[in-house]
């Protein structure tokens, strides 16, 4: 009987031991940190420069059909002439720019002489002493239309003295021969049309009043 009785308290002792001994605790652990990389946002590349562009519609002479479209673009130092034509007679034609924007008389004389800013002899736009305005001959088809498409040095589109704004284009009833001065005997004038220059965009975001809008009336006087 005292062996079971100091069984029992032995027993009873190792359980307040066990309930007075300290708990072992779980510790959370921190989540490693994370390292942020911010990657620079690239600079947007500004908008290309549109190019100086310019460009003449030509009207016919009367009792003809003849039509087309010049169009000069400035490219660094150098004009590119593109030309379309219409309505012309099979063959070939001379083509020059003039150095009067004026198309009012019936046989185009008002606009005046070739373009010659440098006081040049006449020539092919291939020659080395020319005309600023010596654009050379264009071909036309059976059916009337005919393209020319040429770079030049000694025109701009910018403002200056070769500059082909406020010129005009003539389109001859023959072909040039590149050497009578100082026309090419090129013959009489079919077709004329005033270079212009492009309007130029609007700036991003800008409102455009419509044309012949009246403005908003002022706002009434504060009392």
């Known amino acids: 009987m005292r062996i079971q009785n100091a069984m029992t308290l032995a027993a009873a002792a190792l359980l307040v031991l066990a309930a007075c001994a300290p708990q072992e605790q779980a510790v ?41 479209t010049v169009t000069f673009t400035q490219e660094g130092d150098a004009v590119r002439v593109d030309a379309r034509f219409q309505g012309v007679a099979a063959g070939t034609h001379g083509f020059h720019l003039h150095e009067t924007g004026d198309c009012s008389a019936a046989d185009f004389t008002s606009a005046g002489a ?17 005309h600023a305005g010596d654009l050379g001959n264009i071909e036309i088809a059976a059916d009337g239309t005919g393209s020319l ?31 009578t001065q100082p026309t090419g005997d090129a013959g009489g004038r079919i077709a004329c049309g005033v270079v212009q220059a492009a309007a130029e965009p609007a700036p991003a975001g800008a409102e455009l009043a419509p044309t012949g809008a009246e403005p908003p009336p002022p706002p009434p006087p504060s009392v």
């Open 28 to 68: 959370e652990q921190p989540a490693p940190a994370v390292e942020e990389t911010t990657q620079p946002v690239p600079e947007a590349a500004p908008p290309e420069p549109m190019p100086l562009t310019a460009s003449a519609t030509l009207q016919p002479k009367a009792g003809t059909n003849v039509g087309g």
């Open 114 to 130: 070739h373009f010659n800013p440098g006081a040049a002899s006449h020539g092919a736009p291939t020659d080395a002493t020319r």
């Open 149 to 179: 498409s040429l770079s030049t040095s000694l025109l701009t589109v910018a403002p200056g003295p070769n500059s082909a704004v406020g010129k005009a284009v003539i389109l001859h009833e023959k072909a040039d021969d590149f050497k």
